[in-house]
């Protein structure tokens, strides 16, 4: 492409002439020959710089395209390098027969569990070392929605005065399939920790903070062979949720066959009956459940109340029914100090008494020292506990206890319980356990 035509020098030149002097000026004939090789010489180095610049377009074009041309070379290259480190992948990994595929073979089995060694003294007695529990859980995921979640006690413990001494007790706690039907529901057959109250599935063993169980728990089962549906629905966008459970399973039933008062048997029956029979006692399984709104605030603020119910026959004839109903609440107010309890009401009908009326509740209460932020060396591994407890039988017998102890934590898992008892109508007495949940 041409920079200027041919005649634009010449034009240029006469312009200037034209402006540059006058109509009426003479000019010699050297003196117009110069301005001409002058005019001359600049048309052949504009003419000489437009050859230059279309020598720069064609380098320039040519450059283009050899950039263009490495670049796919090397898209090429980097294409055949990641086909072939796939390759190489792919043969390291799959064997040369390949096999059905199925849950992955690791994390698929877990063991937790609790172990605790107990020393007591009662008032007016020697003090010694009375339990001694290891708790082992087992844990099996199958896949995604499968799991299987077994529990064991295996126990030493002292035998009643006059017994020949310690006695070791092997007791299966739970033993329970869960299939997770989606994110609200999920499926729980099996031998299962029953949600009659909230104290059976969150407090019991080491995770309480006291010792012992509080005394109205012995009048509710805490298992149960049977079919559980449970889950939460979220509501709102605070975090609040609704809890539900809905079971069925054997429920209470008779020691030794009869109906009368004293007979109940709320732990159930399952396998053997009196005579050594291999079956239940009666055929007619309990029904029950919870419902449970929790209610958090902010982080460490939050309140949960339940509602329980369960029932259903206790005696072998099927005459005579059983029936709890359990109202639990629990509040976290900071992550230093909590609140929880339930109120426990039953009644069941008996050959000998009629209608018996059983009940109790108990509430406790915790603060760990770190809130106080003293800064002082073992306080803020220390928390202080108490509860109280009471519980009347429906035949006349009650009990009345108060309690007040600490957990030191070493660790997190590793805890040094203590507390002392009053209890009303019966000797005092203390408790000290290590705990370790692992």
Not at 28 to 36: D, N, Q, W
Not at 64 to 79: D, P
Not at 149 to 156: K, Y
């Amino acid at each position: 492409m041409s920079i200027l035509p041919k005649q634009l020098p010449w034009v240029t030149a006469v312009c200037a002439a034209g402006v540059a002097f006058p109509a009426a000026a003479q000019v010699s004939e050297a003196e117009f020959r110069a301005l001409r090789d002058l005019v001359t010489q600049q048309g052949q180095r504009i003419e000489q710089l437009e050859q230059g610049h279309q020598k720069d377009l064609q380098v320039h074009h040519q450059d283009q395209e050899q950039i263009q041309n490495f670049q796919k070379q090397l898209i090429e290259v980097q294409t055949v390098t990641t086909n072939t480190a796939r390759k190489v992948e792919t043969a390291q990994v799959q064997p040369a027969n390949p096999v059905p595929s199925g849950p992955a073979a690791s994390h698929n089995f877990a063991m937790v569990g609790d172990a605790e060694i107990q020393f007591g003294k009662v008032d007016g007695s020697h003090g010694a070392f009375g339990l001694a529990d290891f708790a082992p859980i087992f844990l099996f995921r199958a896949g995604n929605d499968v799991l299987f979640e077994t529990g064991f006690d295996f126990m030493l413990q002292n035998n009643a005065p006059g017994g020949s001494g310690s006695s070791s007790v092997f007791d299966v706690s739970f033993a329970q399939l869960d299939y997770l039907i989606n994110d609200y529901a999920t499926f729980v057959g099996g031998y299962m920790l029953l949600p009659v109250g909230t104290y059976t599935e969150r407090s019991a063993g080491w995770l309480n903070k006291i010792p012992d169980d509080p005394m109205p728990r012995a009048l509710l089962p805490s298992s149960g062979a049977g079919v559980q549906l449970r889950g939460a629905v979220p509501v709102g966008a605070t975090g609040s949720s609704l809890t539900y459970a809905g079971f069925v399973a054997n429920g209470p039933g008779s020691a030794d066959g009869t109906s009368t008062a004293a007979a109940l048997d709320v732990t159930g029956n399952v396998g053997y009956d009196s005579a050594g029979n291999r079956n239940n006692l009666h055929a007619t399984p309990s029904g029950g459940g919870r419902i449970g709104w929790f209610m958090p605030f902010k982080p460490h603020y939050d309140v949960e109340l339940g509602v329980s119910a369960m029932g259903g026959p206790w005696d072998n004839a099927g005459s005579h029914t059983w029936t709890g109903v359990v109202i639990d609440t629990s509040v976290h107010v900071s992550p230093f100090f909590e609140v929880k309890g339930e109120y426990i009401n039953s009644w069941y009908g008996s050959s000998d008494l009629g209608e018996v009326h059983p009940s109790g509740w108990w509430t406790q209460a915790a603060y760990k020292l770190a809130g106080l932020d003293l800064e002082l060396p073992y306080i803020n591994n220390l928390e202080l506990v108490s509860r109280y407890d009471t519980l009347r039988d429906g035949m006349g017998g009650k009990a009345d206890r108060t309690t007040l102890g600490y957990v030191y934590y070493f660790t997190s898992t590793l805890l040094f319980e203590g507390d002392y008892e009053w209890v009303h109508g019966a000797h005092d007495q203390f408790v000290l356990q290590m705990s370790y949940g692992f």
